[in-house]
């Protein structure tokens, strides 16, 4: 049977790496020493082992901790992965565990080839399934843009509410200026990325899908809008290849002139992102890394390489959070409404400048597939701050923003 026998030193150490011998594409069990008789309260002998996988040659095997099943449980593991074939694309220390800790829970009560199955299943926004239909595109430069894949007709409507909630004059969508004004006026927009040193309360607006509604007249009005809405989210869900469901996050952002440029960050989250302009405009822009250079997927490496690849791709930016290094670029490309600018969230970016004196608003939909809003925007300062190869990720703190 596969997997290598013999005592594997330390839990998560250099050297139990170094003993791997894990097939690119496969998820491998390794028995940790030899059987161990049934302890008291066991009724049959015991086995530690642990998971591996390597989908690339060049990476190293993510590992997964050591636990002890019985041997006949750690047997029926070690099958149900050999039926389960390759996997295609990069996995996380946390789907291993997840094939674990299901098997655990279920008690020999469910064939293991289904749960293998399930935990994919549930994995299917975290890695392997992660891009979807862009699989194979959207990492050649960060980003995929789909023309004209909606009527204009309800981005009119969504961007009349958008101007309201972002207190924008309909037509000319300039900023709506009333003296004397309480905050608590404004109280449903975000400030995005307010606690950057550069930006803090002169940075984009945002407001939520949900608050955007509550500027749609109650009956008619409001159920168009949310129609509208539910329009683009479909059409992103089936450019992307994934679900309406998994559409974790909605909202209107809004910059116009004598706002605070936005600078290179990386989202929370390393998931699928999506642009959907309400007024032709420039889209976000993206880093263009020197020659040769290969982006990651960052959610499927370890701490200490991700750390050292962040610290990497930051050092390729200017200090001013703006420009670029020698041998470096950006690209960014004009949209118009009815586009759809699909992209990764952990490839480096960051909105267009603010319009200029006299220009109207940039207003786009901005949303994302995913998990929950936990974590916090990384910026060049983070990026840099990073440890080195055994060190962990070194994020600020700070709460998710858009853009």
């Known amino acids: 049977m596969p997997g290598k026998k013999g005592r594997i030193a330390g839990s998560y150490g250099k050297v139990k790496l170094k003993m791997l011998d894990t097939p690119i594409g496969f ?17 049959k002998p015991q086995q530690r082992f642990f ?8 990476d190293a095997p993510l ?3 050591t636990r002890r099943f019985s041997v006949e449980r750690v047997q029926q593991i070690e099958t149900a992965l050999l039926l389960k074939g390759p996997v295609t694309a990069a996995l996380t220390v946390a789907d291993l565990e997840g094939i674990i ?5 279920t008690a020999g009560k469910e064939d293991l080839w289904n749960l293998v199955r399930k935990n994919f299943a549930k994995s299917a926004m975290n890695n392997h399934n992660l891009f979807g239909k862009l699989k194979g595109k959207i990492m050649e430069k960060g980003f995929v843009v789909e023309e004209k894949k909606l009527k204009k007709d309800g981005l009119e409507l969504i961007l009349k509410y958008g101007a309201r909630a972002l207190s924008l004059e309909p037509k000319g969508l300039k900023p709506i200026v009333v003296k004397g004004q309480s905050k608590m006026a404004n109280a449903h927009m975000e400030v995005v990325h307010k606690d950057h040193p550069k930006i803090k309360g002169r940075g984009m607006r945002s407001v939520t899908a949900d608050k955007l509604l509550e500027f749609a007249e109650a009956g008619e009005p409001r159920v168009a809008l949310e129609s509208a809405l539910e329009v683009v989210k479909a059409a992103v869900a089936n450019v ?9 996050h909605l909202s209107v952002l809004g910059s116009w002139h004598g706002m605070a440029a936005q600078r290179w960050h990386l989202d929370a989250l390393s998931v699928v992102g999506f642009l959907v302009p309400l007024v032709a405009c420039w889209s976000t822009t993206f880093l263009r890394p ?7 997927l960052t959610s499927a ?6 750390a050292d690849f962040c610290k990497k791709v930051f050092e390729m930016t200017a200090t001013d959070g703006l420009g670029v290094v020698a041998g470096c670029g950006y690209e960014r490309v004009w949209l118009e409404p009815g586009d759809i600018l699909s992209f990764y969230t952990h490839w480096v970016h960051r909105a267009p400048e603010p319009p200029g004196p006299g220009e109207p608003a940039r207003v786009v939909l901005f949303g994302d597939f995913g998990k929950d809003d936990s974590g916090g ?3 060049r300062a983070d990026g840099l701050a990073q440890r080195g190869p055994t060190g962990s990720v070194v994020t600020g703190g700070r709460k998710r923003k858009r853009g």
């Open 101 to 105: 800790s299901s098997t655990l829970a």
């Open 377 to 379: 925007a990384q910026f």
């Open 27 to 43: 998820i491998t069990l390794h028995r940790a020493g030899n059987e161990l008789v049934a302890g008291k309260g066991q009724t």
């Open 240 to 248: 992307v290849g994934h679900s309406v469901a998994d559409i974790n």
């Open 301 to 306: 490496m370890h701490e200490g390489p991700r």
């Open 63 to 65: 590992v997964s901790k």
């Open 290 to 296: 020197f020659d040769g250079f290969k982006w990651r």
């Open 51 to 58: 998971l591996s996988c390597k989908t690339s040659p060049s």
